[in-house]
């Protein structure tokens, strides 16, 4: 073909294209989609926009801001975004949040990773399949109840809590101060310690709350990493073989380049996942002792469901509003490698 | 142009359907201004309720018993009864009040009887009251609980009583500690230090669900400070900072880092319970309940009065009147309701000595109205605290000082309350909670 016929001749996507824009066949595309846009403008688009318009205003559950009703408006302004800002139990919430941040998908990831790589090296047979499936199970217990399963195993009392049963058994039990590190065992989710940064003290109980929903997470990491694995081209691998390449250089320099897309995935979700967290720290302590563990999920149900008196759901949609904004960032490579692979 | 009749046809029929709907709504929105609320006497009650409890397991059948009761008296009643757990009951009738469609009868506490009266939300229940305080079936005091501080009518009857500050003990762990019930606050001490030094510990805490940690500073407030500061702090009259209050956290400050045990924050209240029946713990200062949880929960083998049974916790200061620790459960009407006539009959009946019978004589229980027989508790245990129960205004109270506050006040308490346990420091404490709770200064 001469570059004068590349010119004229539209590529094929492009003359699908140019089909869909004639009217006719443009009228019956938003059809289809109209059904799908309704579903997402009541579900998705409306309760979106009357969260952040909800942030303007003082209310509460029982005393509601409604949009049809000016009577109902105790218009603020931006008064909760300051108020939300200024407040301590926030800022507490915000230090645990992120405690979740950085720890969960490091754990997520990381685990996850290296328990897909030995399945990998092991081959297809009964024993991987078996481990694979060990690693994927607690993927299909609900949150709550993978909550309920591990206050068991945290239960202080050794006769009932595995843990400490272990811990008393093998007499591993320790309490340590290292400068400003502060760590203990035993009282599981109550005072695993502290690590005290000058500026703010961060509580380790968070890790006991941590551990769990890593527990139940990793089968979506193992997923995610064998599904990428399974694309590895192997005549890559036996070419670094040939070369003298060792096992960790291979998974250095071969595996772990070729899963970039299963990494991004995997620690987009959880860092997702550890942003919007409420499940595992309602059930096992409901933010405490103290506010020891609160996330900003659970402040945000507390300030809308609980502190009833006070006509703080205006702050409660703040929170949500803030946390939106950050889980949308946070979620920004994840979209963009999304829409590179969507078609246009 | 068969493709645009076919699209206006749908749109005409969509219009329709939503009139339809908005005719619909509208008419459900309507109600009848004019509706009496007065309660049907006995058998004439008809039509159907929603009953929200947030009671389970034994409990939950005892209560199914006691609406049994009212359906055999009403046949033209149909019940639909509802259960919310327990931690959710404020949230979840807030959601259904706030949404327009509250049941007709639910369980509640102060708390939210003071929120959802001053919306205007409930039904007026002063002519049962009136009636119930002359024939002597309640106390004021009681009314006083009913009323949860709101300014107008009753909205609220009481229907599950509970006595509080009982130091519950294995007969078998006292009789191994000297067999003596302390009469005074220094013999109770004594008894502490005395499991201390046998190797068991003194008592069992459950301080990781929050709530367990309040039994003993209402308890303590009661006896250190005394019923008038105590009902002075839960109706906002006087702050955190009162002499009197600051003194009484002194003293848990004492029993914190003297008797409780380093895992106060980490148990559950049930497993503190089990640890104390199987005698790990020497004692526990709970409700009458645990007379209902220890068998039930821990061990079906206790007997209630031979292995295990409950002293009152001493008073602190021997001159100081007798003052009670009460709790309980109310029920509240919603003056919304489709039924209203149906439910104020139900709302009679549940604060009525024979509804209350039903459940006394299944135990775990005590009933608010003093009309019901010491002979319908099954047990030496539950006679005992229902004894305890104060019939008259003589006797003075309190109730459940955080249940009374409610809301944030009530969240923010426990929370602060857990941080005094793991830090018994009465200064931060005193200075967290006069922020949180602001009530006495605003006036």
Same mark, same amino acid.
């Given at each position: 073909m001469t570059s004068a016929e590349d010119a004229v001749a539209p590529e094929p996507a492009a003359r699908g294209r140019q089909r869909l824009r004639r009217p006719g066949r443009s009228r019956a595309a938003y059809a289809f989609v109209l059904p799908l846009l309704a579903i997402f403008a009541a579900f998705y688009a409306w309760p979106a926009l009357n969260t952040v318009l909800s942030s303007g205003f003082e209310w509460g559950l029982i005393n509601p801001w409604r949009? @049809?009703? !000016?009577?109902s408006w105790e218009f603020v302004g931006l008064g909760n975004y300051s108020e939300t800002l200024g407040s301590e139990s926030f800022w507490n919430a915000v230090v645990n949040t992120t405690i979740w941040l950085v720890f969960f998908p490091l754990l997520v990831t990381g685990v996850s990773l290296i328990v897909s790589i030995l399945i990998w090296f092991a081959g297809r047979g009964l024993a991987p399949l078996l481990f694979r499936t060990a690693f994927i *199970? !607690?993927? @299909?217990?609900?949150l709550a109840a993978v909550g309920v399963i591990w206050g068991f195993i945290y239960n202080p009392d050794p006769d009932f809590g595995l843990l400490n049963a272990v811990v008393g058994a093998l007499d591993l039990d320790f309490e340590i101060d290292w400068g400003p590190l502060h760590l203990q065992t035993g009282q599981w989710l109550s005072d695993l310690g502290s690590l005290d940064l000058g500026f703010t003290e961060l509580r380790l109980t968070n890790l006991s709350l941590i551990a769990p929903a890593v527990w139940a997470f990793i089968g979506f990491g193992v997923i995610t990493f064998t599904a990428g694995l399974t694309s590895v081209d192997q005549d890559l691998i036996d070419a670094a073989r040939v070369d003298g390449a060792r096992l960790r250089h291979v998974i250095r320099y071969v595996l772990i380049p070729q899963l970039r897309g299963s990494l991004v995935i995997v620690a987009v979700v959880s860092v997702i996942f550890a942003l919007r967290t409420f499940d595992i720290v309602y059930v096992l302590t409901d933010g405490g002792p103290g506010s020891d563990t609160e996330v900003l999920a659970l402040l945000l149900f507390k300030q809308a469901f609980?502190? *009833?008196?006070? !006509?703080d759901a205006g702050l409660a949609t703040t929170v949500a509003v803030l946390l939106s904004l950050v889980l949308v960032a946070g979620a920004y490579p994840y979209l963009r490698r999304l829409l590179e692979g969507t078609p246009r | 142009m068969r493709r645009s009749r076919a699209w206006r046809w749908v749109t005409w029929l969509g219009l329709g359907a939503v009139m339809t709907l908005v005719v619909a709504a509208l008419a459900a929105c309507g109600g009848d201004d004019d509706e009496s609320e007065a309660p049907a006497t006995p058998g004439e009650a008809s039509g159907s309720l929603r009953v929200v409890s947030n009671w389970t397991g034994a409990e939950g059948d005892a209560f199914a018993a006691v609406l049994d009761g009212f359906q055999e008296a009403n046949p033209g009643v149909e019940i639909e009864s509802e259960e919310i757990p327990f931690d959710q009951t404020q949230a979840q009738l807030a959601q259904q009040f706030a949404a327009g469609d509250p049941p007709d009868v639910s369980v509640a506490l102060p708390g939210i009887v003071r929120q959802l009266a001053e919306q205007d939300q409930l039904m007026d229940l002063d002519d049962l009251w009136d009636e119930w305080i002359d024939d002597g079936s309640y106390t004021q005091a009681l009314r006083d609980v009913a009323q949860a501080g709101v300014e107008g009518p009753t909205s609220s009857i009481y229907f599950k009583g509970n006595v509080n500050a009982l130091i519950w003990y294995r007969t078998d762990e006292l009789e191994a500690l000297g067999g003596e019930v302390p009469e005074t606050w220094d013999e109770f001490i004594d008894l502490l230090d005395r499991a201390a030094e046998e190797g068991i510990r003194p008592v069992a805490v459950g &301080? $990781?669900?929050?709530w367990p940690l309040t039994q003993w500073t209402d308890s303590i407030i009661l006896r250190v400070a005394g019923a008038d500061a105590f009902n002075q702090l839960a109706r906002g009259e006087i702050g955190w900072d009162d002499p009197r209050i600051v003194d009484s956290f002194e003293v848990f400050a004492d029993l914190i880092s003297n008797y409780f045990p380093p895992d106060a924050l980490s148990a559950s209240f049930v497993d503190e319970t089990c640890s104390w029946a199987d005698g790990k713990a020497a004692f526990t200062n709970q409700g009458a309940f645990v007379n209902l949880v220890a068998p039930a929960e821990c061990d079906k083998s206790l007997q209630p009065g031979r292995d295990f049974t409950f002293f009152e916790m001493p008073k602190y200061d021997e001159s100081a009147p007798d003052a009670r620790f009460v709790s309980g459960d109310l029920f509240i009407g919603a003056k919304e309701s489709e039924n209203a006539e149906a439910a104020k009959a139900l709302l009679a009946y549940l604060g009525s000595a024979e509804a209350q019978e039903i459940w006394a004589k299944r135990g775990g229980y005590i009933a608010p109205? $003093?009309?019901? /027989? /010491? &002979? $319908?508790? /099954?047990?030496v245990n539950d006679r005992k605290a229902a004894e305890l129960w104060p019939k008259s205004d003589e006797v003075e109270a309190g109730y459940d000082l955080d249940d009374w506050i409610g809301g944030r006040v009530q969240s923010e308490y426990r929370g602060a309350l857990q941080q005094f346990v793991r830090e018994p420091d009465v200064d931060a404490f005193i200075a967290k909670m006069t922020e949180v709770d602001t009530r006495s200064s605003e006036g």
């Open positions: 949009l @049809t009703e !000016p009577g *199970l !607690p993927m @299909t217990i609900s609980v502190f *009833l008196d006070e !006509p | &301080g $990781a669900d929050e109205n $003093a009309k019901v /027989p /010491p &002979g $319908a508790y /099954p047990d």
